[in-house]
T-cell receptor, first 115, second 117 residues
Framework: GAVVSQHPSWVICKSGTSVKIECRSL??????MFWYRQFPKQSLMLMAT?????????EQGVEKDKFLINHASLTLSTLTVTSAHPEDSSFYIC???????????FGPGTRLTVL | AQKITQTQPGMFVQEKEAVTLDCTYD???????LFWYKQPSSGEMIFLIY??????QNATEGRYSLNFQKARKSANLVISASQLGDSAMYFC??????????????FGQGTELSVKP
């Protein structure tokens, strides 16, 4: 149980294009999903928290208009990187939990490379 | 502000031996949870073990145990009988429960564990 999937697992795109990453909870309802960013050999940095049916809460310094998050259902959240630039290249990981006090289960991550 | 500190960037351990990965935390909240995650080179984050701040006994999950010392604000991970597959990054994380309505996790810097055959 507690499986979270992410799609795609890796993506290469040209500078200026937009990329959408999907995060799905496969066997439980995720009332809250989280999006993290991780640079090589570094820790995870929380970008935003999304609750189903409401607007995402972004961490300080994260551009809302650049990283669009949608949590349309209890099993799906999407992160869209708009007008991607090479500095957006990173490993993006989502996690999901069924409640505030519950364990977060992570997706396998998406490696984004912007040329 | 809450903070997690892992002071060991890298650790080596001989196969079949036990190893302790250090984690200290800082919080003003009375109610919080502590987590350990493993991240192999593939990148996925694997949940290992959880300790609640009010849990009186140290958490154990198979070969993993959490040495929780509340007064010292430490939550060290002990891996017994290390295996080659244990080689990975290990992250300690905390979630405050009282004031953290979002349930977000704060991660430490990580410790890279290498198991030698």
């Amino acid at each position: 149980g507690a499986v979270v999937s992410q799609h795609p697992s890796w993506v290469i795109c040209k500078s200026g294009t937009s990329v959408k990453i999907e995060c799905r909870s496969l066997d439980f309802q995720a009332t809250t999903m989280f999006w993290y960013r991780q640079f090589p050999k570094q820790s995870l940095m929380l970008m935003a928290t999304s609750n189903e049916g409401s607007k995402a809460t972004y961490e300080q310094g994260v551009e809302k208009d650049k990283f669009l998050i949608n949590h349309a259902s209890l099993t799906l959240s999407t992160l869209t990187v708009t007008s991607a630039h090479p500095e957006d290249s990173s490993f993006y990981i989502c996690s999901a939990s069924s409640g505030k006090a519950d364990t977060q289960y992570f997706g396998p991550g998406t490696r984004l490379t912007v040329l | 502000a809450q903070k997690i500190t892992q002071t060991q960037p890298g650790m080596f351990v001989q196969e079949k031996e036990a190893v302790t990965l250090d984690c200290t935390y800082d919080t003003s909240d009375q109610s919080y949870g502590l987590f350990w995650y493993k991240q192999p080179s593939s990148g996925e984050m694997i949940f290992l073990i959880y300790q609640g701040s009010y849990d009186e006994q140290n958490a154990t999950e198979g070969r993993y145990s959490l040495n929780f010392q509340k007064a010292r604000k430490s939550a060290n991970l002990v891996i017994s009988a290390s295996q080659l597959g244990d080689s990975a990054m290990y992250f300690c994380a905390m979630r405050e429960l009282t004031y953290n309505q979002g349930g977000k996790l704060i991660f430490g810097q990580g410790t890279e564990l290498s198991v030698k055959p």
